[in-house]
């Protein structure tokens, strides 16, 4: 075998494996804010873990995210719901990611400051760029996991379906704090290491409501008609 090839496949199963020891240490601090009975955590760190780490590595990211969560998983359920669980929290990562890379393309960082680059159709469309509604999918993108995260659990007998309501808000809020605390704690540490002065997903978490704003208040402007 080629030596350069064996570096590389070396290379990446060890970043494979350093996301998915990652993704355990994470859920192992997660544990303090478990809910009882429906052991849930409102603060769950793997979901930054891996939205920043699919963001970074891209594919090799998506499969520690199924590897990690899955076996976190099947530590406590059947390995089928498991399995399903974990195809539901790697989506959910890699579109939040996906969102945030959309965004970033309509931001720069001039080393001091995030500047915005102004939305301006392309010639002769009638629609802003997608990079307007990127936000919009973020937002929606949290929705993945708790729904069919909740919905397995409750199909396979595992929650009572009195307690979808409490399980799936708890997963929610939980997700949003993982990627929102956890996910720029990464990528600053990275840029930091490596001493980028470029803008990164991190930034955008931010830039992101600016123009949800935005496109909010061009929405509610009347359109004028071309002569």
């Known amino acids: 075998m080629d030596p350069n090839r064996s570096r590389k496949i070396l290379r990446d199963t060890g970043l494979i494996a350093f996301v998915v020891v990652g993704y355990w240490l994470l859920g192992s601090v997660s544990k303090f804010s478990v809910l009882s009975p429906m052991d849930i955590s409102i603060f769950w760190m793997p979901a930054g873990w891996n939205v920043a780490w699919i963001g970074l590595i891209g594919a090799r990211g998506l499969i520690a995210t199924l590897i990690g969560a899955w076996s976190w998983n099947a530590q406590s359920i059947d390995i089928v719901p498991a399995l399903a669980i974990a195809v539901a929290q790697a989506t959910q ?4 990611s996906r969102c ?16 915005q680059i102004p939305n301006v159709p392309s010639s002769g469309s009638t629609y ?18 708790p729904t069919a995260g909740s919905t397995i659990l409750i199909i396979s007998g ?5 307690q979808s309501n409490d399980l799936w808000l708890s997963w929610f809020i939980g997700d949003i704090f993982g990627v929102l605390t956890v996910t720029p704690a990464v990528l600053v540490a990275r840029q930091i290491l490596t001493k980028q002065t470029t803008s990164s997903n991190c930034d955008v978490l931010c830039a992101s409501h600016s123009q949800y704003a935005a496109h909010y208040r061009r929405a509610r402007t009347p359109l004028r008609r071309s002569r």
């Open 100 to 115: 945030l890379a959309t965004i970033k393309k309509s931001v720069l960082w001039d080393g001091k400051k995030l500047l």
């Open 128 to 145: 802003p760029p997608y990079s307007t509604y990127a936000p919009y999918w973020l937002g929606l993108a949290f929705l993945i996991a």
């Open 93 to 96: 990562a890699f579109v939040i």
């Open 158 to 162: 595992l929650n009572a379906a009195s």
